[in-house]
T-cell receptor, first 116, second 111 residues
């Protein structure tokens, strides 16, 4: 069965310093992996996705993630945090189903705080 | 302007009343989904639909019902049988095999 674990429930950084949000996954298939971001009382926005192409995936707003099969990890990074990055981040693995429907398995989320 | 709309943004109901949450998409996506989000938790799948007039239960379907009479619409009814209905409800849609796009959500409070 597919599963995803976000290793930190809260991360706090200073503006201008690097961001690292950690995610480990479990999958019996070659997985599709996603990072979504959610600002307070908003829907989820796709940051980036990995679908078995390049292992280093670049997303929006300067975020990127590296797929490491040997470590079953898909950590999200950004070189320099901005105040607007403060939000909840979800690591997601796709569980392929019948009829082309992909069930999404969500991590519990990491709340990122950015301090001046 | 393509996207997913959910209405209303905030909804208040008395215990024992059924309530219907709206979800509309103009992305021409075949599949639509309903999720529930509780504080400090990830999203949990309630129902999903891959085509018109067909839908399947997700992980937490008890106390909920849906319909899919039109491709662009997937309303969710929270019935009085749902024991803990207060939550943030998110609708999503996707094309076959691709990533899901989410609406802005409806926060339901039942007292």
């Amino acid at each position: 069965a597919q599963s995803v674990t976000q290793l930190d429930s809260h991360v706090s950084v200073s503006e201008g310093t690097p961001v690292l949000l950690r995610c480990n996954y479990s999958s019996s298939y070659s997985p599709s992996l996603f990072w979504y971001v959610q600002h307070p009382n908003k829907g989820l926005q796709l940051l980036l996705k990995y679908t078995s192409a390049a292992t280093l995936v670049k997303g929006i707003n300067g975020f990127e993630a590296e797929f490491k099969k040997s470590e079953t990890s898909f950590h999200l990074t950004k070189p320099s945090a901005h105040m607007s990055d403060a939000a909840e981040y979800f690591c997601v693995v796709s569980d392929p189903g019948s009829g082309g429907y992909n069930k999404l398995i969500f991590g519990a989320g990491t709340r990122l705080a950015v301090h001046p | 302007d393509g996207g997913i709309t959910q209405s209303p943004k905030y909804l208040f109901r008395k215990e024992g009343q059924n309530v219907t949450l709206s979800c509309e998409q103009n992305l021409n996506h075949d599949a639509m989904y309903w999720y529930r989000q509780d504080p400090g938790q990830g999203l949990r799948l309630i129902y999903y639909s891959q085509i018109v007039n067909d839908f399947q239960k997700g992980d937490i379907a008890e106390g909920y019902s849906v319909s899919r009479e039109k491709k662009e619409s997937f309303p969710l009814t929270v019935t009085s049988a749902q024991k803990n209905p207060t939550a943030f409800y998110l609708c999503a849609s996707s094309s076959r095999g691709y990533e899901q796009y989410f609406g802005p959500g409806t926060r339901l409070t039942v007292t």
